[in-house]
Each structure stands twice: as structure tokens, then as C-alpha cells.
């Protein structure tokens, strides 16, 4: 035992004297350490490399973690929020907010010394001193208030900036200037992205909210850390702060370790949060419809499915915060802080140890004692909220995730990639019989060699073949789900065409209107004029009014009080109302040629003969979609559906089509008639038997 004291009493004889060299190399081998972790090479997945099992798992999804790709999709996002770099009026923010992290950090340590003071002046009992030092306290507190209150500014302004950029260029992206309808393919053409509006709205708010949140709970935490360590070492010894650092590092990488996923875990929240969104936005678009069925318990039972995916998630997660948030708050509160006061006892109890001179008087002792565990107890705050921003940085993942992935799918969406359960690709039928897929613009509407394959795989014409050249009308006619929607959505863009050559007009010289009008809610100008904006307007109202007026319907300006009364048009007009509107935007726009589907199901046959009149006039081509026989007299073509995959293009004699039509309507006649005569005589037959 004697010899074990002779020696500790001779390392520690030798540690004195070479007290400041060690305490370098500690530092500097703490420091290339930490490098080397943050630094070094991910290891390599050799299957993952050479495409293996374990490249991707077909059905499983991507984990949410602080890796690679959070940081490379954290950079792609910084780059659209602050644009221009240093010279962004973003950048700009965060500097100010650094320079007020800073002035902060400066307050807090000139607060600790003057907390020492106070002390010691009680102590000693320096009246005076200690009143005014008490004044000095108070005037500390208007800047410290000040800052305080910048940065809280600062930090929701920059939330907004980042959220204003980001959500201009997501926009910019999903409703695109292009013809290419990104908001439609992501709907109908791809199963990634389940809740658009979620990510549009909910998710970008939070992120930026996040991301603004981290720089300031970083950035001043690291600082203060930094700064408080610095001070403590002057006083108690740089090689003690290590010692107790260490200690403080190795409980913070047990926590790090035995921390859920909160990334994974917000994620998955979103997901669900945004599927509960939907389905009650779903109730509300065909609360009609649901209501005339009476399907109330039906939807009761998918809203309460929805939300008990959503509850059971957030239980989970809040099983798994207690149990972190307990073993969190033990050891930065109670197990640092017992490190705190055994390290601020050092120069008190071992004073050959600390790093300054001798404390020889109570108050110096008191003052030192008070000032030390200041920096001390600021100094475990802030490695505190470093380690706890650890589940801010996991929630940031979780967003950046969402967000990145939105942005991915929109990528892949503009160049043609999609995926999508049991997509055409799936088909047994390849079209490598067929031309190579080709589309082109040019004045006239060709169809030649097009199948007609719906996103799901079905093929409803396997080889189409027609073509409509300006100035002329076509009819389309077919039992239902036979491919005369699908044709339309394939000559507007909609779908891609599978092989074949498909010429079509540019967007802006084909008008659609569809049997159920789409009525924005905006002013009775811009419903008119649809899609152009007011800006864009270039006809006077006196000429819209003279285009109502065709379609009877003018006094609907005197009725709502005119051009700049803003209703919910579904509401106030009827369907028939809603129709004659839509022709109105088609007088407006004077397209080359206009898609008619069943456009006039709700009017009489007067204001369809008048729609149908006035837009041949305006040289408008139709093509429209229709099983009345009064409309065969304004086209020229025909394309019949058999709903078999057939189909027939030729010209369309109105005149003699009717004269078919009536024949046909009297042979259906007499063979009903043929047939109820041959019952009868059966009847009379078995009855004269009988």
C-alpha cells in the first residue's frame, strides 16, 4: 500500500512538471480524434456496390438517418433557399443573427463575473458595492432583454425567408411554365407521393421552422461552450475541464446511442398526418355524393382507421421520448452537474492543482466558487442542448426527407420515369411490333399506330390510326370505358403514348371542356376568362358581356353585381349555367381546335345549337364526345368504339346516318313486335292444349 502512495505521490510529482505539455497533448489528440471521426470513409456495402440483395430491397423503405444523403439533400435545399449565397438577403439574416449570438454569449460571461462580484461584496459586506452592482445587474438587463428579443425576431424571420424561396420554387416546379402538368402526373401517374398538399404546406413550414431553429440552438450552444471551457481553464486548469469533458463526452455518446429514430419517427408522422388530411379533405369534395348514399358509417370507419394509425404512432413515440427524455435529463442535469461541483472544488481543496494563484480569503473563495460554477453550470447547458439537438437534427432529417423526396419525384415525373403499381410497363403486350414512340407538334391532329393504354396496363386500342386536319370535325362515340377519354388525356399531354407517331397542335391551340366545368372561385372576369389571369386580359368587359349575351346568359353581371364579384361559382350557378360559361371561355380563346366531352348534357337544344354554330364560325375544329343524335349535323368524321379494342374512322354523312338510324329503330321495332306476336300464339297454343 505504502509503495502504491510513494508512487501515485511520484506520477503526480512528475505530471506537475510537465503539467502544460500534457495538457496539449491531450487537447491536440482529442481534436484529431474528432477529425478522424468526423473525416473519416463510410465503409463500403460490397453488395450494395456490386448489386446485390442488399442493393434495395424492393417494398422497404429508406431509413431516415444523419448520413450522406441527409447532408446532400440538405445542400440541394440550401441552395434554393439562399440562392445567391453571401450575397442573398438570407445570408445577410443569419449573419446578423450571428452577431447577436455572439453579443449574447459576451453578455452571459460578463453576467457570470458580475454574479462573483456580488457574492464576494455580500459576503464581505460592502453595502455600497454591492447596491451598485445591483444597478449594474439592471442596466446589463436592457441589452441582454434586447438581444434576446432580436433573435427571437431574426429567427422566425429567417423561418419565413427560407419558406417563401422554397416554397416559390416548389411551386415553380408543380405547376410548371411548361405544357408538362406536373400536379396531374404526380396524381395519376406515380404512387411515391401520397399527399402533395401535405409537403406543399405542412411539411416546407416545418422544415424551415427547424432548420432556422438549429443554426441559433447550435451556433450559440458551441460558442458558449467553447467560451465557458476557456474561462474554466484559467481558473481550475485546462487538464481538469479535460478530464471532466471526457467524462461529460462518453455519457453524451451513451445517449447518442441509445437514441430512437426521430428522423424515422417524424417522417412516418407526416406520412400519416397527411393521409388523415386527405381522407378528411376527400369527405369534403364529395360530401353530395356521400351523403345521397348515406355512407356515413362507411366513412366514419375510414376516418377512425386513419386516425388510429396516426394515434398508435404518436403512443409510440411518446413511449420512446420518456424513456430517452428520462435517462437524457438524469445525466445532463444530475450526473454533469456532479462533475460541475467536483470540478469547481478543485482549487478550494486541491490548490497546487487549479490554474491560477493561491485563494486565500472566504469571499475570494466564494466569488471564485460562484463565478466558476456560472461558467460551469452555462458550460454544461450548452453541451446540453448540443446533445439534445442531436433529436432536432433527427427531426430536420425526417423534414429534409419529405421534402428532397417531393422534389426527387418531380424530377422523374418531368423526365418521363415514373413508378406506379402494375404500370403499363407490366404489360405481357411490349408494342415492339409497333413504330418506336414519337410525338410531335404540327397543325393537324395524327394519330398513327398510337395504342391506348391506361396507367394501370390496360390496352384499349392496341393500334389507332386517324387524323384531323383543321377545319374539320370529328365525333367520337363508344360505350363507356372504351378509350374515348383516355385518347383525349393522351392527345393533351396527360399520358405517354407506349409506341407510334402521335402530332398534335401546341397546348395553347387546343381548348378542353369537360361535362363538368371546372368553376374557380374568383372574380365573374376571371371565371369567364379562364385560365388567362386579369393581368393577362386584353378584352374589354363591354366584349365579354357581348359574348355572354350569345349564350344568354349576360345578365348574370347586373345579378351578381358586376365583373368584380368574387363567388364560389360551383355553388351559385347550376349545372346548365356552368356549361354555358365553359362555352363562353371557348368563344374567348378561340383555339384551333376545342375537345367536347359531353359539354351540352345539361343545356337545351337551342343553346347547344348555338354553341355548336358560333364556334364553327370562329373556325374552330371540334372533336367531341357525344351520343346524341343532334350533333351529328356539325361534323364531318366519325371514330366508333366498339368497346372491344375495334374501332372505325370514316366520314360522317349526317343526313344519312339518321336515315340508317330510323331504319334501324323500325327493324328493332318489328322484331319486338315479331317476337311479343310469337309469345302470344305460344301462350294460346299451350292454352288449346290444356
Not at 209 to 216: M, Q
Not at 300 to 307: E, G, P, S, V
Not at 531 to 548: K, Y
Request: charged share 25%.
Amino acid at each position: 500500500m505504502a509503495n502504491l502512495s510513494k508512487l501515485a505521490t511520484t506520477g503526480l510529482g512528475v505530471y506537475k512538471q510537465h503539467r502544460t505539455a500534457a495538457t496539449r497533448v491531450m487537447y491536440l489528440s482529442y481534436f484529431l480524434v474528432l477529425g478522424y471521426r468526423l473525416f473519416k470513409p463510410k465503409p463500403v456495402d460490397k453488395d450494395a456496390a456490386a448489386g446485390g440483395k442488399q442493393a434495395e430491397v424492393p417494398g422497404r423503405k429508406k431509413r431516415v438517418a444523419i448520413d450522406q444523403v441527409f447532408f446532400n439533400n440538405l445542400l440541394r435545399i440550401l441552395k434554393i433557399i439562399i440562392p445567391d449565397g453571401i450575397r442573398s438577403r438570407e445570408f445577410m439574416l443569419l449573419c446578423l443573427e450571428t452577431v447577436f449570438l455572439v453579443l449574447r454569449s459576451a453578455i452571459s460571461l460578463y453576467v457570470a463575473y458580475l454574479d462573483g462580484k456580488l457574492v464576494s461584496h455580500l459576503v464581505k459586506g460592502e453595502g455600497t458595492q454591492f447596491m451598485k452592482s445591483v444597478l449594474l445587474w439592471l442596466l446589463v438587463g436592457f441589452p441582454a432583454s434586447f438581444t434576446n428579443s432580436i433573435l427571437s425576431y431574426l429567427r422566425r424571420k429567417l423561418s419565413l425567408r427560407f419558406r417563401s424561396r422554397l416554397n416559390g420554387y416548389m411551386l415553380k416546379e408543380y405547376l410548371p411554365d411548361s405544357n408538362i402538368p406536373i400536379y396531374y402526373l404526380l396524381q395519376n401517374m406515380d404512387d411515391r407521393i401520397k399527399n402533395a398538399d401535405q409537403v406543399m404546406t405542412s411539411d416546407i413550414a416545418r422544415f424551415s421552422a427547424s432548420l432556422s431553429n438549429l443554426y441559433s440552438n447550435l451556433a450559440k450552444p458551441i460558442l458558449d461552450m467553447f467560451l465557458y471551457t476557456w474561462q474554466l481553464s484559467k481558473g481550475i486548469g485546462g487538464d481538469n475541464v479535460f478530464f471532466i469533458g471526457l467524462a461529460i463526452q462518453m455519457s453524451a455518446a451513451m445517449l447518442r446511442l441509445s437514441a430512437p429514430p426521430f428522423g424515422e419517427f417524424v417522417a412516418k408522422e407526416a406520412n400519416l398526418q397527411g393521409d388523415f388530411r386527405a381522407k378528411h379533405t376527400r369527405l369534403i369534395e364529395y360530401s353530395e355524393e356521400i351523403a345521397l348514399y348515406g355512407g356515413n358509417e362507411a366513412e366514419k370507419d375510414i376516418l377512425d382507421t386513419a386516425y388510429f394509425a396516426l394515434s398508435k404512432h404518436v403512443n409510440r413515440v411518446l413511449r420512446h421520448r420518456l424513456i430517452y427524455n428520462f435517462s437524457e435529463d438524469f445525466v445532463i442535469k444530475y450526473y454533469w452537474g456532479a462533475l460541475g461541483l467536483v470540478l469547481c472544488s478543485i482549487p478550494v481543496f486541491f490548490k497546487d492543482l487549479a490554474g491560477q494563484s493561491v485563494i486565500s480569503t472566504v469571499s475570494q473563495r466564494t466569488s471564485f466558487f460562484v463565478t466558476n460554477r456560472r461558467f460551469l453550470v452555462s458550460g454544461s447547458d450548452a453541451f446540453g442542448r448540443i446533445t439534445s439537438s442531436y433529436k432536432e437534427i433527427s427531426q430536420l432529417a425526417g423534414y429534409t426527407s419529405r421534402v428532397s423526396t417531393f422534389m426527387n419525384v418531380m424530377d422523374d415525373v418531368k423526365r418521363g420515369k415514373f413508378e406506379k403499381s402494375f404500370m403499363a410497363s407490366d404489360s405481357e403486350d411490349d408494342f415492339s411490333d409497333l413504330p418506336p414512340p414519337t410525338v410531335r407538334l404540327g397543325h393537324d391532329i395524327i394519330f398513327d399506330n398510337v395504342p391506348i393504354v391506361s396507367p394501370i396496363g390496360d390496352v384499349l386500342i392496341r393500334q389507332l390510326c386517324f387524323q384531323v386536319k383543321q377545319g374539320q370535325h370529328l365525333l367520337i362515340v363508344g360505350p363507356n370505358g372504351c378509350g374515348k377519354s383516355s385518347l383525349f388525356r393522351i392527345l393533351g399531354g396527360l399520358w405517354q403514348i407506349r409506341a407510334g407517331l402521335l402530332v398534335r397542335p401546341p397546348a395553347s391551340d387546343i381548348f378542353y371542356i369537360p361535362q363538368r366545368p371546372y368553376m374557380s372561385k374568383s372574380t365573374l372576369r376571371q371565371l369567364v376568362i379562364y385560365p388567362t389571369t386579369e393581368d393577362n386580359n386584353t378584352v374589354s368587359d363591354a366584349e365579354l358581356r357581348e359574348i355572354l349575351d350569345i349564350l344568354e346568359i349576360g345578365e348574370l353581371v347586373d345579378h351578381f353585381g358586376g365583373w368584380n364579384t368574387v363567388k364560389e361559382w360551383r355553388e351559385e350557378l347550376s349545372m346548365g349555367v356552368q356549361q354555358r360559361i365553359a362555352a363562353a371561355r371557348l368563344f374567348y380563346h378561340k383555339p384551333k381546335f376545342a375537345i367536347l366531352d359531353e359539354c351540352t348534357s345539361s343545356v337545351t337544344l337551342d343553346t347547344e345549337t348555338v354553341i355548336y354554330t358560333h364556334a364553327k364560325e370562329l373556325g374552330i375544329s371540334l372533336l367531341t364526345v357525344s351520343h346524341r343524335a343532334s350533333l351529328w349535323k356539325y361534323h364531318n368524321l366519325i371514330l366508333h368504339f366498339d368497346g372491344y379494342g375495334g374501332y372505325v374512322f370514316t366520314d360522317l354523312d349526317a343526313d344519312e346516318r339518321l336515315k340508317l338510324e330510323e331504319e334501324k329503330l323500325a327493324i328493332d321495332y318489328e322484331l319486338r313486335h315479331e317476337e311479343e306476336t310469337i309469345e302470344k300464339l305460344r301462350i294460346l297454343e299451350q292454352a288449346a292444349k290444356a
